[in-house]
């Protein structure tokens, strides 16, 4: 889930993508010193880097001389799309979980957080469900424990070093020991202690992992068994 590299990281590739990475999730135009306060990083460093984007039309700025995406970044989202075949292959899997009557996601693991290509509740078309919502904290998020479970716990601790963890106030040990949970099952099963008081079942799909898939909703316990088949039967089809 997580390569180390074999070689020394070029820094300036790095900067760059946490910089489009950051802009991409932005859910309104942002400046340059705002995007620089909040990655933490210099300013004129990622002026130089936005402008560098906005000449290859990956991002674009506004009127106001902020910086949203351009059309390069649609290109280059529905170029992987396209490439992975993910989408092609997941869509009609995922309309056939929907016959159980819950919330329908697929979605990846991006550093600590969940990035969803689909999310889709019971009433509206799978379309709809197509880049429905963005990044959510992955502890959060059963796709987000199952995809964490893939990892060593080293990488764990690394990712949530000297951090809150949503979801697990008691901590990293917490956490781990939910993790090792998950791994034993094969599955994630979380509850969300919200105004939905609703349940997530989650597997992690392809092998090597790269992504997940689960049903939320009302799941009482007794139903888990029948989901997790279902969603490990969904899992292997997508492949």
């Known amino acids: 889930m997580r390569a180390k590299p074999n070689a020394q990281p070029n ?3 790095i900067d760059g993508i946490v910089t489009l990475q950051a802009l991409a999730s932005a859910p309104e135009p942002v400046g340059c010193r705002e995007l620089a306060r909040q990655l ?5 460093r990622v002026n130089r880097l936005l402008k560098t984007l906005a ?3 990956i991002v674009r700025q506004t009127s106001d001389r902020k910086y949203t995406p351009g059309p390069g970044m649609h290109v280059l989202a529905a170029q992987s799309l396209f490439a992975s075949g993910l989408i092609r292959r997941a869509l ?3 309309e056939h979980l929907r016959r159980f009557g819950h919330t329908v996601a697929m979605g990846v693991l991006w550093n600590d957080s969940v990035s969803y290509l689909f999310h889709a509740p019971p009433g509206i078309e799978a379309a709809r469900g197509l880049g429905r919502i963005g990044l959510l904290p992955a502890t959060t998020s059963g796709i ?3 995809l964490l479970s893939k990892l060593h716990d080293e990488d764990v601790r690394e990712l949530y070093a000297n951090r809150e963890i ?4 008691e901590g990293v040990e917490s956490l781990l020991a939910t993790l090792a949970l998950t791994r034993e099952q094969g599955y994630a099963r979380v509850h969300v202690a919200d105004e939905r008081d609703h349940h997530i079942v989650a597997v992690p799909v392809g092998n090597p ?4 898939i689960a049903m ?3 799941i009482p316990e007794s139903a888990t068994a029948e989901l997790v088949e279902a969603l490990l039967s969904a899992a292997r089809e997508i492949g």
């Open 55 to 57: 000449y290859m039309g």
């Open 92 to 94: 009609p899997v995922l």
């Open 11 to 13: 820094q300036s590739l």
């Open 144 to 146: 987000g424990i199952v």
């Open 166 to 169: 949503p979801m697990f106030p």
């Open 216 to 218: 939320s909703g009302w």
């Open 209 to 212: 992992v790269y992504a997940g």
């Open 40 to 44: 933490g990083a210099n300013t004129t």
